[in-house]
């Protein structure tokens, strides 16, 4: 139990730090987008997420395969991008609908609704997305342990 707790609290610390930073990037970029000097999508809440949820799924997908996932990390990288980004899409419509609810269904329209909608979808978005990594993109190679080392009298093929 010890050891299973200190590989899942590793990963999850990982996990945390590159979330945190991804985070700083969607949110800054979110907010840079709809309330910096040009206002270039002022008008476009949903739009602007689109933007600055993609431009964070490029670096976090960086961080977790480098670092927070890096134990199990194998050649097959578009295949991994290709997941990563399918599981980034899905958590995003988890905050477009949020976002699109505050804004446009109950009519909190201001900085600071868009933001509080904003962070609430980036959460739930985050639980979905730290399951789903572990699922089904970073996974491991079959029949290995934490290493990819092969687990002595488990997930091994028998005869």
């Given amino acids: 139990m010890g050891r299973l707790w200190r590989a899942h609290s590793r990963e999850l610390g990982a996990f945390g730090v590159v979330g945190g930073l991804a985070f700083v990037v969607d949110v800054g970029?979110?907010?840079l987008l709809r309330f910096g000097g040009?206002?270039?999508?002022?008008?476009?809440?949903?739009?602007a997420k689109v933007v600055s949820a993609s431009v964070a799924t490029v670096f976090a997908w960086a961080g977790n395969r480098w670092w927070t996932f890096r134990h199990r990390n194998r050649p097959a990288a578009l295949r991994e991008l290709a997941m990563f980004v399918l599981m980034n899409a899905a958590a995003l419509l988890?905050?477009?609908?949020?976002?699109?609810t505050s804004h446009y269904?109950?009519?909190?329209?201001?900085?600071l609704?868009?933001?509080?909608?904003?962070?609430?979808?980036?959460?739930?978005?985050?639980?979905f997305r730290y399951v789903a990594y572990?699922?089904?993109?970073?996974?491991?190679p079959r029949g290995t342990g934490r290493a990819g080392q092969p687990h002595p009298g488990r997930d091994t093929v028998r005869a």
């Avoid at 040009?38 to 739009?47: R, Y």
């Avoid at 988890?94 to 699109?100: D, F, P, R, S, Y």
């Avoid at 609704?113 to 639980?127: C, E, F, Q, R, S």
């Fill in 29 to 31: 970029l979110f907010n």
């Fill in 105 to 111: 269904v109950l009519g909190l329209r201001g900085p």
């Fill in 134 to 140: 572990r699922l089904w993109v970073f996974r491991r």
């Fill in 113 to 127: 609704a868009d933001n509080a909608a904003n962070l609430v979808g980036i959460g739930l978005g985050t639980a």
């Fill in 94 to 100: 988890i905050g477009l609908a949020v976002l699109a």
């Fill in 38 to 47: 040009s206002g270039l999508l002022a008008d476009q809440p949903l739009t």
